[in-house]
């Protein structure tokens, strides 16, 4: 894609986001509030340098849901991390979401040589870690042969 249209359609995708989570999101519309912005005065990626930052903390003072931009039944998975640095953070995902993700690592495993004649091996975790189902989907989506066995408990 050429580079302006490229930068076309980035834009129109984070006005659109900006909207969205404006809407949807409390911490977002505090924070955009705070800084005087409205979704309107997004008009492309040139305005990125405008919108609010997100610090890890909002992720766990917002726990679990807090933060989620749709409404909990269009949520069909629920990933987190361990906890170790402190209080889980929780990321949930739409269909959408999963059907994108298993599109993208099949696009980068089919970019890597890999087929519907190979094996993959997912060692990732398969619990509420993410990167194991994603990997494990994306292999699907190519046809590959997957061989769940991750880590376990060791």
């Known amino acids: 894609m050429p580079r302006e249209e490229l930068k076309k359609l980035q834009s ?6 900006v ?18 912005l409205k979704p309107t005065d997004i008009k492309g990626v040139e305005d990125l340098h405008k919108l609010p930052f997100s610090y890890k903390q909002d ?3 917002y ?5 989620f931009a ?11 991390s ?13 269909q959408k979401d999963l059907d994108d993700w298993a599109n993208g690592v099949a696009r980068m495993f089919t970019a890597i040589g890999l ?4 094996f993959i091996h ?22 590959a042969t997957v061989i769940p066995i991750s880590s376990g408990n060791t």
């Open 12 to 17: 129109t995708r984070l006005v659109n986001q």
């Open 19 to 36: 909207k969205r989570m404006y809407e949807r999101v409390e911490l977002f519309r505090k924070r955009m509030d705070e800084k005087g």
């Open 59 to 61: 992720l766990r003072d």
């Open 63 to 67: 726990y679990p849901y807090g933060l």
């Open 70 to 80: 749709e409404p909990l039944k269009n949520i069909v998975r629920v990933h987190a």
């Open 82 to 94: 361990s906890g170790t640095t402190g209080k889980k953070i929780v990321v949930g995902y739409t």
């Open 115 to 118: 087929g519907d004649e190979d």
């Open 122 to 143: 997912v060692a990732y975790g398969y619990g509420l870690f993410t990167g194991g189902l994603g990997a494990h989907d994306g292999a699907q989506k190519i046809n």
